[in-house]
């Protein structure tokens, strides 16, 4: 399994608060990625890095904010949590940007925004 | 990336091989199929993907049809740990960017 570490694993915190995930990487990939799943909605991209202090947008970046300042970390914000944030967020790898070339996801982070 | 269409759910009885279908007719000649699978409360696990030959590893075989427009995965001998949701992706040159459809529910029974 690829060597990828997320953390909290659950949270729950309140409407307004700060929260920052993290994801932790062992294989050196340059490309890393943020999804969040929701039922109904599949995996969404939130935001992607492609070399350190290198990001952008992916479709549902609204209200989350990026950061990578090592090749082996890519951490996720939310500046002030909502409940329609309320969500599992995956990260995910990559070696490559080429097509054929895979992803390899955490499991996840459980968020909880009361 | 094109889209793709797979059966909702099939039942698969333990040590039995698993065909899993899937449709992506509107695929692209530089668009690849790939394979994932979803265990409850786990992130998506990359099984195998192919441009136009079969690929096989050491989870699964992808046999992907001439004219491109469906493949099937094979898991040769299932086991319970394989009850998941599979996804068929069909990614193009999109960056980076997974599109995860509904999946087919697999369960497999001792």
């Known amino acids: 399994d690829a060597g990828i570490t997320q953390s909290p694993r659950h949270k729950v915190t309140e409407t307004g608060t700060p929260v920052t995930l993290r994801c932790h990487q062992t294989?050196?990939?340059?490309?890393m990625y943020w999804y969040r799943q929701d039922p109904g909605h599949g995996l969404r991209l939130i935001h992607y890095?492609?070399?350190?202090?290198?990001?952008d947008k992916g479709e549902v970046s609204d209200g989350y904010s990026v950061s990578r300042s090592k090749t082996e970390d890519f951490l996720l914000t939310l500046e002030s949590a909502t409940s329609s944030q309320t969500s599992v967020y995956f990260c995910?790898?990559?070696?490559?940007?080429?097509?054929?070339?895979?992803?390899?996801f955490g499991d996840g982070t459980r968020l909880s925004i009361l | 990336d094109a889209k793709t269409t797979q059966p909702t759910s099939m039942d698969c009885a333990e040590g039995r091989a698993a065909n899993l279908p899937c449709n992506h007719s509107?695929?692209?000649?530089?668009?690849?199929v790939y394979w994932y699978r979803q265990i409850h409360s786990q992130g998506p696990q990359y099984i195998i993907h192919?441009?136009?030959n079969n690929e096989t590893n050491e989870m699964a075989s992808l046999i992907i049809t001439e004219d491109r427009k469906s493949s099937t995965l094979i898991l040769p001998h299932a086991t319970l740990r394989d009850t998941a949701v599979y996804y068929c992706?069909?990614?193009?040159?999109?960056?980076?960017?997974?599109?995860f459809g509904a999946g087919t529910q697999v369960v497999v029974t001792p």
């Open positions: 509107t695929i692209s000649g530089n668009e690849y």
């Open positions: 192919g441009l136009k």
């Open positions: 294989e050196n990939h340059r490309y």
């Open positions: 890095s492609y070399g350190v202090k290198d990001t």
């Open positions: 995910a790898i990559s070696e490559g940007r080429a097509s054929n070339q895979p992803q390899h």
């Open positions: 992706i069909v990614r193009g040159d999109s960056w980076g960017k997974l599109q």
